[in-house]
């Protein structure tokens, strides 16, 4: 086979990235290693950046999004008891963030390229990258017991965390920055109406809690817990009793629970792979970085790596200048670093640390209350939430 992008993984970001360039006329192939179904029924993010919204109706995949997205101008942040509205819209000139889950969006990605006859093959195996310093890259897997190889100009590596293509960065080039923390969260999804029109993100004495929802009718929870906790350590009930429990008073009796659709519990890490581009291969998304989730950024980082690297494709192509590829891996780093310390900063604020002293945890709550009482802190934050603007 031959194609101009061969492109590893069919999430958001591998999705995006080939409907964005097939509108400028280029074409790709995506490997997918899961079925469909099973890319789809992934329950992750809820919360999209103006930046994503705009990104995706450019790729001519916002319509639902558009229509069944929930428009949200603030969210509540809630300590000692008491709650507090911070006002994005009111901090930052009137921006807002979409509340539409990862899983709708990535069947409306899917649609789109299955309306515009995208090459996307599921269920692949092996996949290996080869030449990625030649300007003949390949790659190279297996289904159904048949090997295969695509040849192309280029590699996205958009595979997530766990995927092959970091891997092709030669380690004397790769350089990676992580930080693992110590708890955990455990999600639970549900067909229940939200406790609050909008999010909620509550530091309590016994751990993080956050109220996030994907529609009018279902609610997406969730409570940090200890690291080495599983799933089967919490029943519905459990996380029930505990989240009321965290909930601020005047939230508690508006509470309505219910058999939960999906529960998962997992550990919050950061993750950086420096360079993001090597050679013919450019990694996108999860496969170079990971946020810790609290402040709702690695869906919407997956999207501004694949703006950048599909507007330096297109300029390679149309232009035929390397400015842009050349650029890639250092201007999304920047916005990525970015991310990265806002992530780390909110985790930090709203998390209790089993190692944090009594002193430690004064701070923390002197700075929740600096930030309750002060608008160019809660300009801070809101800037940050709603999405930096690009370069
Ligand atoms: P993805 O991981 O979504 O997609 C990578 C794709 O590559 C997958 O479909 C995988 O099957 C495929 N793949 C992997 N290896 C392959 C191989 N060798 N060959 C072929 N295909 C291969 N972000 C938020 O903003 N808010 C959240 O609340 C949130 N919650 C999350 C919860 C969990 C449990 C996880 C894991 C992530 C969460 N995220 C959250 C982050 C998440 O939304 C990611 O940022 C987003 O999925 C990134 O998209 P991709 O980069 O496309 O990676
Ligand atoms: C979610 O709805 O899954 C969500 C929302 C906001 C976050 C993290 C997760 O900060």
């Known amino acids: 086979m031959r194609t101009q992008i061969g492109i590893v993984g069919a999430g958001p970001a591998g999705l995006l990235l080939s409907q964005l360039l097939h509108l400028q006329g280029i074409e790709s192939v995506v490997l997918e290693r899961q079925t469909a179904a099973h890319v789809q029924g992934r329950v992750r993010a809820g919360v999209l950046e103006g930046g994503t919204v705009e990104l995706a109706k450019l790729a001519q995949c916002g319509d639902r ?55 996307v093959i599921y269920e692949v195996e092996d996949v290996a990258l080869h030449d990625i310093d030649s300007d003949a890259p390949r790659l190279t897997w297996r289904k159904d017991g048949e090997e295969h190889e695509l040849t192309c100009d280029f590699i996205a590596g958009c595979d997530g965390f766990h995927g092959v293509s970091r891997n092709a960065i030669p380690d004397p080039v790769q350089r990676r920055f992580e930080k693992a923390f110590p708890f955990a969260w455990v999600g639970l999804l549900s067909d229940t109406k939200p406790v609050s029109d909008e999010l909620i993100y509550i530091n309590h004495e016994d751990g993080f809690s956050l109220c996030s929802m994907r529609s009018a009718t279902r609610s997406r929870y969730y409570l940090q817990c200890p690291l080495q906790d599983s799933v089967g350590d919490w029943s519905d009930d459990r996380f029930w009793t505990e989240l009321s429990r965290r909930l601020p008073e005047d939230r508690r009796e508006g509470l309505e629970t219910g058999p939960s659709l999906e529960k998962i519990v997992t550990p919050l890490r950061s993750f950086v792979c420096e360079p993001m581009r090597h050679g013919r291969l450019f990694l996108a998304g999860d496969a170079a970085h990971i946020v810790p989730p609290t402040g709702a950024k690695g869906l919407n980082l997956a999207a501004s790596d694949v703006r950048y690297l599909s507007q330096a494709l297109t300029g390679f192509y149309r232009d035929n200048s390397t400015d842009l590829i050349d650029a890639y891996s250092a201007t999304c780093l920047r916005r990525v670093w970015k991310a990265q310390r806002f992530s780390h900063w909110l985790t930090g604020l709203m998390h209790r640390y089993p190692d944090a002293s009594d002193f430690d945890r004064r701070l923390q709550l002197a700075e929740l209350d600096y930030i309750a009482r002060s608008s160019a802190a809660q300009t801070a934050l809101a800037e940050n939430y709603v999405g930096l603007p690009f370069e």
Not at 84 to 102: M, N
């Open 65 to 119: 999004m558009a229509r069944e997205g929930l428009v949200h101008e603030g969210a509540d942040f809630c300590f000692g008891g008491a709650r507090h509205r911070i006002d994005f819209a009111a901090r930052t000139g009137g921006k807002s963030v979409l509340v539409y889950g990862q899983t709708e969006w990535t069947r409306d990605l899917m649609a789109a390229r299955a309306a515009r006859g995208g090459t």
